[in-house]
Structures are given as C-alpha cells and as structure tokens.
C-alpha cells in the first residue's frame, strides 16, 4: 500500500462486508417511532425542555462524558465511542437515565447516538420502543448472516438509532464476548465516528455478562440510587470494573441536584467534573 496513501484500503472493506456496518448516515434502515408519551407511561420521562430539571441534570452528566469521549481513542481494550451504563442492582435507574442520556447527547449538533439495549435478561429498553420481538444483538450476534443495518433502527428523532436486545440466549456471556462483537462495534466506531453508543446493562452483581460489556468500552456509568444503594453493593461493582476505564458515579433521585451530588470521576486523572461548564 505505500506510495498510495489514498487509495481505499481493501482489508477495511472486507471486515465491512463481514459485519454489515457502514455509516449509518448512508444505510437503509427501518424506523421506529419514539414514543414519548408511551416512554412517559413506561417511567421513561424524556425531557420537556430546556428548564425541566431532569435536562439540566443530565447535561451535567452528559458533559464529562463527551470531553472523555474526545480524549479516548480505541485500542486492545477499549473502543472509544462505547459508554456502557449499569449499577449494583436492579431498578436503580440504568434504563431512565439510557434513553434519556441518549437523547440528549442526540440533540447535539454533531452527535448522533446508537442506543443498545445491553440488559439481555430485562430489556425495557426494547420493551418501551415496542421493539422487544425484533432480532436484535442476540440475533446479529448469533446468525453470522444476519447483518448489523438489518438489526439497527433509526427513530424518528434526528441522530437517534436503537438496536434493541434480541431473543434470550442462554450463551449471552459467551454471545457479548464473542469475537463478532467486538468486531461489529470496532468497525461501527470507525466508520460512525460521532456516533456515541450507550449500552444499557443488566445488574453488574447479578451478571457477568455486563462485564464482558464494560470491558469493550471506554466509559462505564455506574447507577447509585440515591439513600437506597449500599456501600458495600457499590464496592462489589466497582471493584468487578476494570480500573483503567473511565468510570462515572450517577447519583440518581437525589431530593436536591447539585453537580457533585450527581457526578464524580473517581480517576483522578480524568479531571475535576465540578469544574465542568454544561
Ligand atoms: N431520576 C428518575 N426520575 C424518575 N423516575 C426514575 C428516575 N430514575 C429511575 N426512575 C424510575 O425508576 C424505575 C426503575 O428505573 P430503571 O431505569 O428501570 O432501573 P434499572 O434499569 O436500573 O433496572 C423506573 O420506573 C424508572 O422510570
Ligand atoms: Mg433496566
């Protein structure tokens, strides 16, 4: 290939062909409706506006992680652009805080976002989108004919794609650590360079395949349920995580937002979020 500095480089092509992932800008995908008011009545409030205090939170929570997103870039442990949200146990708010993370960080400018739904074992997420019987990640992951265009749908909200769980395997572990999957994602990221993708997870206590998860990514968001979660739950997943990741603290349902309250990053390489402007 030297001397042709421009000229299209065929190994990238072939891995295209494999794994089906182009730029989603350019591919035919189907649509799904984004529903508000059936995400409002599944607890999946999606922000008003500007003022609704919810909004304002997450851009508190949302600012860190796209500075980090533009400092990270990929390498043999971790693909850049992938923030894998998940908590101690369940209900503590992993699902809310997807759907309404994703659809912030959607409405910014040069943005778009895919957002997975990663908890095979309770897939609200695909549940609220109406799009729980769809082949899914399970589905892609499981067919090697099956591509990854044919399994992503764009909703109807500029930037916003959802790949939703697919059928219960009982090899999900085996399924999110398998080589097509961090193939399907590296090649996504490469050629989706703004496109931020949020995996929702399952309970990182009761699955190891969230593990598997994080170790693709770049960020992990970790859930605290506000007066609810326990320390000695929190350190249990915590220390499940791989240290060298950027890892974030939500605390979610607190009575009273303040910046620190909501986010900290615990590496204190990464900087100081409470000197973050929104
Ligand atoms: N900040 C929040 N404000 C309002 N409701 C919330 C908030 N966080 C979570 N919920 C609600 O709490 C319930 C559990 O949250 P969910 O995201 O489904 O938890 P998980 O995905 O961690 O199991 C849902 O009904 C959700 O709508
Ligand atoms: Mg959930």
Aim: aromatic share 4%.
């Amino acid at each position: 290939m030297s001397g042709l500095p421009d000229a299209p480089n065929p190994v990238n092509l072939a891995r295209h062909r494999d794994v089906g992932v182009g730029s989603l800008d350019s591919i035919e995908l189907r649509e799904v409706r984004l529903d508000v008011v059936a995400l409002r009545r599944q607890g999946f409030a999606v922000p008003e506006g500007d003022k609704h205090q919810v909004a304002e939170d997450l851009r508190r929570v949302k600012r860190p992680i796209l500075r980090n997103l533009d400092l990270r870039v990929e390498s043999a442990n971790q693909i850049g652009n992938i923030v894998v949200v998940t908590s101690a146990n369940a209900g503590e708010g992993k699902s809310f805080l997807c759907v309404n993370l994703a659809t912030s960080i959607a409405s910014e400018r040069d943005r778009s976002v895919l957002l997975v739904d990663g908890d095979l074992m309770k897939p609200h997420i695909s549940r609220a989108f109406g799009i729980e019987n769809e082949p899914g990640l399970t589905g892609f992951l499981a067919d090697e004919s099956v591509q990854i265009e044919d399994v992503i749908f764009r909703a109807d909200a500029p930037g916003l794609f959802v790949l939703p769980a697919g059928p219960v395997s009982g090899f999900t572990t085996e399924l999110l650590s398998s080589k097509r999957m961090r193939e399907a994602f590296v090649e996504f990221s490469r050629n989706n360079p703004n496109c931020v993708v949020v995996f929702d997870s399952s309970p990182i206590r009761h699955s190891s395949s969230t593990v598997v998860l994080t170790s693709l990514a770049s960020q992990v968001v970790v859930v605290v349920l506000a007066e609810r979660t326990e320390q000695a739950d929190l350190s249990t997943a915590l220390e499940a995580l791989d240290e060298t990741k950027a890892i974030g603290i939500v605390l979610n349902q607190t009575q009273s937002s303040t910046e620190e309250q909501l986010y900290g990053w615990p590496d204190p390489d990464l900087g100081n979020p409470s000197s973050e402007s929104t």
